[in-house]
């Protein structure tokens, strides 16, 4: 019997106001055609004044351990992702435990801006296949609306706050020919694109937050091929094809990248979760929400093949391959 970790629950949340991109036209110099024809995004959701990243992401968890049905106390660790921290420190993660009444157990943060969700669910994964953990709430959760330079046109139109959690419980079977759960992660990182995307501050550099900058064609060269690379390890390491992927659940950055993404791995685009047009780019929150909703509206089925990838700031880029 081997020992794997599936999905049990998942849950959203999504800030109440949404901001199109007519009004983004009338702060910077900008226009709903150019944001749709370049990026496929129509609006997104900005956080209130006084919810916090953990704010957004509490409401998520509680949506996946309902929908998971256990109760918090079930919970042995909290996994977060996110690059927009409530503070510096302390993780996140341990908000939250503490707003879901949690005493025991482990809550920490992952960091690896968009690629984040697919980090923490590795890390989660391999916890509970070494009976380190039997139930562990990975949530992905962002308020980038509070790192946007809201002058510059080139970023502030790309970005959304959000957050989506799931519920990953250890599950053992006998019948090991078709196996369920995560099949296999694939994690990358290569520092020396550092300047291509970051924030211009942080507590030891500037002693500021700081602002995202982002040499965007740059990235959307290196974003199509590491995505697309990183699927092909993933379908490798499997032994499946294209043909054998039930939906592609990517980060969601740019429409563009996602279909530049599918057509290269001759992938229907009816296969492929989008979110974009409405959320924007969410960073670590964009996979658990695509996927989240795909679940929820009946697409993701029991033995479903789910494969999840994202590229970011760093740069990062990762896999998780599921069956669900
Ligand atoms: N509204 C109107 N015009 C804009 C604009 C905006 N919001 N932002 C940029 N422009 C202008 C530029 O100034 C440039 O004008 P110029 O030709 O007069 O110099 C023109 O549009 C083209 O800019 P460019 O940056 O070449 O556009 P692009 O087709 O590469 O699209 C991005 C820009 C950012 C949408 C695209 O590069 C992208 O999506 N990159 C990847 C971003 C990403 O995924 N980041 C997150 C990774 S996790």
């Known amino acids: 019997m081997t020992r794997r970790s599936i999905v049990t629950g998942c849950g959203r949340y999504l800030p109440k106001r949404i901001v199109t991109n007519e009004e983004l036209a009338e702060r910077v110099d900008t226009s709903d055609e150019w944001i749709q024809q370049r ?4 609006e997104r959701r900005i956080a209130a004044d006084d919810e916090k990243t953990s704010d957004l ?78 139930t562990v709430l990975v949530i992905g959760a962002e308020t980038f609306s509070r790192i946007l330079d809201w002058e510059d046109r080139t970023t502030c139109v790309l970005f959304g706050d959000g957050a989506g959690a799931i519920v990953l419980q250890a599950h053992e079977e006998n019948d090991d020919l ?41 990235v959307f060269k290196h974003a199509v091929n590491n995505m697309a690379s990183v699927l092909g390890e993933a379908m490798v390491a499997n032994n499946i094809t294209a043909s054998d992927i039930d939906w592609l659940v990517p980060h969601q950055a740019n429409k563009r990248i996602l279909d530049g993404t599918a057509r290269k791995l001759k992938l229907a685009p009816e296969k492929v979760v989008i979110t974009v047009d409405r959320h924007a780019n969410t960073s670590a929150a964009s996979i658990p929400l695509a996927l989240c909703e795909a679940v929820a509206d009946g697409r993701v089925k029991e033995r479903d093949i789910v494969v999840m990838e994202a590229m970011g700031g760093g740069f990062t880029w990762g896999a998780s391959l599921i069956r669900w």
């Open 178 to 218: 078709v196996p369920r759960g995560i099949l296999s992660n694939h994690l990358h990182s290569d520092g020396r694109h550092h300047d291509c995307l970051y924030v211009d501050g942080g507590p030891s550099s500037t002693q500021t937050v700081g602002h995202l900058r982002m040499q965007g064609p740059e």
């Open 57 to 134: 992401a509490l409401n998520a968890a509680k949506e996946a351990l309902i929908s998971a049905g256990i109760n918090a106390a079930d919970v042995d660790m909290i996994v977060l992702a996110t690059a927009t921290p409530d503070e510096t420190f302390p993780a996140t993660a341990t908000r939250v435990q503490a707003a879901l009444g949690m005493t025991k157990g482990a809550a920490f943060d992952v960091q690896a801006v968009c690629t984040g969700f697919i980090y923490a669910l590795n890390v989660a994964d391999n916890f509970i296949r070494l009976g380190q953990a039997d």
């Open 39 to 42: 990026t496929g995004i129509r």
